[in-house]
């Protein structure tokens, strides 16, 4: 069974960086797209960006030139490099795997950006 856990959100200051790990288990990690989402308080769940199985990214207009999708899957694992950050990237975000089924979510980890 593929589990996703997403790790290093954290408190930053505007202008500052972060970056987001998620790590997944199981033999089906290298074989599907993956995503990044977030969402803000009071606001909808919103993409951030995707990366096929062979490592071509999508990027919404807000994440365009600042965040960069990368992936290893011989470390099952996903990440999400956030340059320039504003507060208005503040919320929590989701890593995803597109299982034919449905997609798995992971249980987030959250994002402060001060200003």
């Known amino acids: 069974q593929v589990q996703l856990v997403e790790s290093g959100g954290g408190l930053v200051q505007a202008g500052g960086s972060l970056r987001l790990t998620c790590a997944g288990s199981?033999?089906?990690?290298?074989?599907?797209?993956m995503g990044w989402f977030r969402q803000a308080p009071g606001k909808e769940r919103e993409l951030v960006g995707s990366?096929?199985?062979?490592?071509?990214?999508n990027y919404a207009d807000s994440a365009k030139g600042r965040f960069t999708i990368s992936r290893d899957n011989a470390k099952r694992t996903l990440y999400l490099a956030m340059n320039s950050l504003k507060p208005e990237d503040s919320g929590v975000y989701y890593c995803?795997?597109?299982?034919?089924?449905?997609?798995?979510w992971g249980q987030g980890t959250l994002v402060t950006v001060s200003s």
């Open positions: 199981g033999r089906t990690f290298s074989s599907y797209a």
């Open positions: 990366i096929t199985s062979r490592g071509t990214t």
């Open positions: 995803t795997l597109n299982l034919p089924l449905a997609p798995l």
